[in-house]
């Protein structure tokens, strides 16, 4: 029999311990924690897009297809053969797409605003736009002139 009553006492040691320091900052320096709330959130705006898709516009589209078929009435075979071309089923498909896609596009119109773009000053000698605190432009090198002090108000 083999005494174990003592092994709740150790340390890791040399690689071990390296191995979870390296695992400890991977996961909070690398946005793991970001990485996996996106993840979530993703998961549940999917789910609001189909029940959008599904729920509020397939009854548009049923309406639109106007016989109990639907799309399958687009399906045909080929000839004396068993080959059935469902293009029914890929046309459904390819709406589907295109509605979840539209309604992705809206949700990120509302919701993400582009950031401004940076602020740029114009190279006298090349007429390139560089950083207005760039001493030489990056395109022509040519020396920029320094910066004017904003002149006290009176």
């Not at 516009?57 to 016989?67: D, E, F, L, S």
């Amino acid at each position: 029999m083999v005494d174990i009553t003592g092994l709740k006492d150790l340390k890791p040691v040399g690689a071990a311990t390296s191995f979870a320091k390296e695992f400890r900052d991977f996961l909070l320096k690398t946005n793991m924690i970001a990485l996996a709330l996106a993840v979530v959130i993703g998961n549940a705006v999917g789910k609001v897009v189909k029940s959008i898709v599904d729920d509020l516009m397939g009854g548009v589209v049923k309406v639109i297809q106007g016989n109990a078929q639907g799309w399958d009435a687009l399906n045909f075979k080929i000839w004396h053969t068993n080959i059935e071309v469902r293009l029914g089923s890929f046309a459904g498909v390819m709406l589907e797409f295109l509605m979840v896609a539209a309604i992705v596009f809206f949700i990120s119109k509302i919701f993400i605003k582009n950031a401004p773009p940076p602020p740029t000053k114009t190279c006298p000698a090349c007429k390139s736009g560089i950083n207005p605190d760039a001493t030489k432009c990056m395109y022509c090198t040519a020396d920029q002139p320094s910066a004017e002090a904003p002149k006290p108000a009176v």
